[in-house]
Structure formats: C-alpha cells, structure tokens
C-alpha cells in the first residue's frame, strides 16, 4: 500500500527552503538559513528509505526501476536549471567566469558538484561563493550520492533483518567522522557524502519512531511541539553564533526527523500556500541561486536594495512555477519504455557534460566579445594559472627561439612578473621559464602547511635540482614575503626574519655558480582596503555593473607595509655578489601607487597584477631588468 501524501512534509520542505533563499538574499534574522538544506537531508533519508522498505516488503522492489525513478524526478528540472544558467551566463558572462560555469555545469550533470567544490575550497584562488552561479547543486549531487548509495544498503541489511539497526550504526559512525575530522578539513565535512549520511540515517530512523507514536495522539501532539521549538531555537542559535560546523547540525536535524514522526499537521500546514511553496521546492531551491547571483552580478547594489530583493523574489517564484508546472511534473510520469528514457536521460547528460567541458577548455569563448571588450579582456585578464599550479608544468615565456635564459622561482607573487618581464626578454631574445605554485614557498628549507604541503614539498624538490642544472644564467626569486616574515615587533618576529632571510641566503648559494645573476623581488604593493570583485571587474559581451572603485594607494603607506620586508632582504642579500633586489614600491608607484587606470583595474586583488598591472611594472622597472639582464 502506498503511503498518503503528507501535508506537513511540505511544509517542513516550504520552511527549509524558504530560510536558504533568505540567508542566501542576505536577510537579517535568517543567518541560520543554511541549516535548511540539513533539513532537506532528513526528509529524504525519511521518504527514500521509507520507499525502499515499502516495496521490499511487498516484493516489488527494484533497484533499476528505484533509479529510473529517482532521475525522472530529479533530472528534467536540473538539466533545465544548468542549461538556463548557461545560456545566460553565455550572454553576459566574460571569458574566465563562463569558464569556471562551464566546469560547474559539467560537475553539476555528473552529480559530483560537492566533491569540486569540496577540492577547490583550499585552492589559493578558489572563487568565493558568489562567483559561483551553480554552487547550490553540491547538495543536489550529496542527495544523488546517497540515493545511489541508499538501496544497496538496505538490501545488505535487510538480508540480515537488521535494517534500523544498521541504519543507526552508519549513523552514528558518520556523525564520529564529521566530529573527529572536522578540526582537519572543515570543507571536507561540509560537502563530502560520509560526513552527512548521519542526517539522512535521522529521516530514516524517524520511521520507526512514528510506528510507536502511531497509537499515541497526546505523544504525537507533544513530540511536534518539542520539534518545532528545537528546530526553531537551534536555528536562532547558529544563527546568532555562526556555530554551524558538522555536528551542530544533529540539533536541527534531529528536530526535523521528531516533527516528521510525530504526524500531526496543523491549521497552519494545511494553508494552501505554504503546501504550494513546498510541493514546488525543489524547482524553487533549484533557480533561486542563479537568480540571486545573476541580480548581483547585472545590477550590482541594486540587487540589494528592498526593491531589488522583492524582484528577485518575483522572478524566483514565477521561475519556480514555470518550471514546476512545465517540467518537473509532466516528465516525472513520462509513457515511454523504460529503455527509452534510460536513453534519452543518458544522452541528454553525456551531451550536456560535452558541451560544457568543450566550453571550458576553450577558455569561455573570448570570440563572444566585441573587438573592444576583447581587448579589455586581456588587458585586465589575471591568467595566474596558464604559468603554474601544476608541479612539473614547466611555462616559458619571452623569445620562445632564444639561447639564454631567465628562471623564475617562487609562488604566484613571482609568477605575475611573466607579463612584466616579457618585453625585456623578448626584446633580448631570451627565454624564461618557470614552474611555480600558489601559495607555496620554494626557499631551501622552508614548507608550506595544511592541504597543500605536499604538493608544494614536491614543486620545491622538482624545481630547485632543475634550476640548478638549468643553462639559464639569470634567476628571479620572488615570494608572497608577508606570509613568511613576521611584520611585528619583538625578539620573536627578529628570531623568524632571521631564519627566512638564511633560507633565502641559502637558496641563492644552491643555485649560484659561475655567470649567474639574481633578483629577489621585494613586498609588493598591497590595495588591502580595496573590496575587489573578480567577477565584475572582467568585461563580458553585454553590460553588467562595474565593480566597486578603488581609490589608489598612497606611496608612504606602501613604502611603510614593506619596509621589514625590504629592510630583511636587502641585510640578507648586501654581502652576496651578482644580487639585485627589486623594490615593488618604489618602482611601481609616483605619489600613489594606482589601482585603476584609464578604466583599467591593474590589481586583480590585494596582492596581485592584472595583465596591465604588470605591464606598468614592466615599463617603469625596465631600467633595473636592463641593469639585471646586461652581459658581464
């Protein structure tokens, strides 16, 4: 027998995703809005393992009849959401951020949008949330992983009549992990399947609870009380201390598995409108995100504005209807043979998933800009990873047909000074190479920490034996210097620069033989105040609102950020022969060091040149690159 509809599911789906769209909007009071996904999770392990035991028991399971079940319902709105993000961001988007959607879409068909998100969260120049316009399907792939997952499961318990009890065990091993890892890899707990399986084992160990509070009205009553005040007090909780962090999760969960057990839909559950929002919130959770970040990216403020959050409301829930009514229902009980949706669902993914990743591949299609735009594009392109982030990619750069050469060696800060230093070579006819990494030391001796240690132990190993061995008679060494040298005062702050600067002196002499020259690059000028945004700083095929301007930094103040820096490797460097050191600040600014110039951002952010950027480094260090690049 098929279980009833529930009114007060849809209503506990309306509330979750009503509070996402509203911490998602930026709404005061809905800063817990999050947990509205956690939510989610419940009433699926509830539904899903509610099905599944529903029709073991009547002996007409079957796990591919399950998962064709599970993709008309989840594939048609999704495929409809990626592609109209698509097609929009093709509209409006500039070349680097389509790309970066076009890896989102190919992902997010793949259903494997949490474990992207999940390796690029500790990338050094990972995009933040709202340049992401398909960030909310990592936990639509979360979902798709489970139910995947989900059946297997139970049938392996089932065999063993164990089906609560190993449902609770997964569980409760799972809410172990996120606990214990957590202080490790935060972003791990947040977005991989193991460490939120315990909050679909809650929604399925809500079944059994309300088997036993069948019989028992007044319990029923009591238990959706108690629900609905943890549910509501956890969330004003988070809400007014960020706490949200793995296991402060089981508190709203656990609230929406009693609410789901206790059965007892109220006057309120039963409005029409607020069965309405959660019958369709799944289309609606579904277009929220790329209305949100669209509205911000094309209006810029505005979006924020009363005005601008009630437009987006409107187009959400039009959007929402639309898609509902036009897609997510007539496909879910499609009359085709089943073999002719496995094949139409299979056909639409692969082409969608090559589509995308051609998309990406071809670096966004810069071709979809007007001459002028396209120009602007590569003026103010930041390109950082087309010369590193992958240890052993080696770049070169100058005269591509030159004898002699220029290494470069050190992270992203020395990486930039590719288009400062391209002129100067190319006009010398020579090459430069360089290998670098983002974030990573590459000094003899010192190590980078957290997820990215290996790898940059492993760019410092391959780089400095090739650099050793290299023909190349010149050598530039640049770091982000303020990530390694303490700025303050004090025995301490002395005791490290003292150890950086011998790391450095060290490095020079593994390098140094007969005819070669160095240039160390100094602290580089730091907008720190400047509320960069990437996204709008990069011209596209139609208009957008600019970013934000920033005024230029004052010389004094640059000097002064760097004056350790530049004091510490310049006492390093003075007794060493063949050693030049570059001082950023001085080069690059007059009174002022420029942020934007002529319409032109020169920053990309508080630490690194545009294409223009380094080219006015380039211009205005050329006397010094002569000097270092000038024969014996």
């Known amino acids: 027998m098929e279980r009833s509809h529930r009114a007060d599911i849809d209503a506990l789906r309306a509330i979750a995703v009503v509070i996402v769209v509203l911490f998602h909007l930026k709404i005061a009071g809905f800063e817990a809005g999050f947990a509205g996904v956690d939510v989610f999770f ?87 949330a709202d340049q992401l316009p398909l960030l909310h399907l990592w936990s639509l792939s979360l979902e798709v992983q489970f139910y995947t997952l989900a059946p297997l499961l139970l049938m392996w318990a089932g065999r063993r009549g164990q089906f609560f009890r190993a449902i609770a065990t997964i569980g409760l091993l799972s809410l172990a992990a996120a606990a214990i ?80 057990a206790a059965n007892a839909p109220t006057s309120l559950v039963m409005a029409t409108p607020v069965r309405a929002i959660g019958t369709a919130s799944y289309s609606l959770y579904l277009v929220h995100w790329p209305v949100i970040f669209f509205a911000g990216f094309i209006f810029g403020d505005a979006a924020q504005t009363p005005v601008g959050l009630a437009a987006q409301l409107a187009v959400m829930a039009a959007l929402a209807a639309l898609m509902f009514v036009a897609v997510e229902q007539p496909l879910r009980r499609l009359p085709w043979p089943r073999w002719a949706q496995v094949a139409s669902f299979a056909t639409v993914l692969l082409v969608g998933a090559g589509l995308t990743n051609v998309t990406y591949r071809a670096n966004g299609v810069a071709s979809r800009l007007p001459d002028d735009q396209l120009a602007l594009f590569k003026l103010q392109g930041f390109g950082l990873n087309k010369c590193g982030s992958t240890v052993g990619r080696l770049c070169v750069f100058g005269d591509l047909q030159g004898t002699r050469g220029v290494e470069l060696l050190g992270d992203s800060y020395v990486q930039q000074y590719v288009a400062a230093l391209d002129t100067s070579l190319k006009t010398r006819g020579m090459i430069g190479h360089v290998s670098t990494m983002s974030g990573c ?26 650099i050793q061995q290299s023909p190349a008679d010149f050598v530039v060494i640049g770091q982000a210097w303020q990530n390694y040298l303490d700025l303050r005062e004090g025995p301490a702050a002395q005791a490290r620069n003292a150890e950086v600067a011998q790391r450095l002196v060290e490095t020079i002499r593994l390098l140094d033989r007969p005819g070669r020259h160095f240039l160390v690059i100094g602290g580089q000028v730091r907008p720190v105040n400047c509320a960069f945004d990437p996204l709008r700083m990069l011209p596209g095929p139609r208009w957008h609102a600019p970013a934000r301007p920033c005024e230029a930094v004052p010389k004094s103040e640059a000097l002064a950020a760097n004056h350790t820096i530049d004091v510490v490797l310049g006492e390093a460097i003075r007794p060493l022969a063949k050693v030049m050191l570059l001082r950023p600040s001085e080069v690059y600014c007059d009174r002022d060091c420029p942020v934007v110039e002529d319409g032109v951002w020169l920053f990309q952010d508080a630490g690194h040149f545009t294409v223009a950027g380094a080219q006015r480094m380039g211009e205005r260090a050329a006397p010094i690159f002569a000097t270092f690049l000038a024969d014996d």
């Open 181 to 260: 890892w957590l202080p490790w890899d935060s972003e791990a707990v947040f977005f991989l399947t193991p460490f939120r399986v315990f909050e679909f084992a809650l929604g399925a160990l809500a079944i059994p609870l309300e088997a036993r509070l069948a019989s028992l009205p007044r319990a029923r009553t009591i238990a959706a009380a108690c629900g609905d005040i943890i549910l509501i007090g956890s969330l004003v909780i988070i809400g007014r201390y960020q706490a949200y962090a793995g296991v402060a999760a089981l508190v709203p969960c656990a609230a929406a598995a009693l609410i789901i």
């Open 441 to 466: 030391p590459t000094l003899s001796g010192l190590t980078a920490e957290g997820p990215r240690a290996r790898a940059c132990a492993e760019l410092r190993d391959s780089e400095l034996p090739r």
């Open 42 to 128: 419940v009433i699926s392990g509830y539904l899903i393992t509610g099905q599944i035991l529903r029709d073991v028991g009547a002996g007409r399971f079957s796990l591919s009849e399950f998962y064709l079940r599970r993709a008309r319902r989840i594939l048609p709105a999704l495929v409809t959401t990626i592609a109209g993000t698509f097609a929009v961001g093709w509209l409006f988007l500039s070349p680097e951020a389509l790309r970066q959607l076009a890896k989102e879409a190919t992902h997010g068909l793949l259903s494997i949008s949490n474990i992207q998100y999940w390796r690029e969260a500790s990338a050094y120049f990972a995009p933040t």
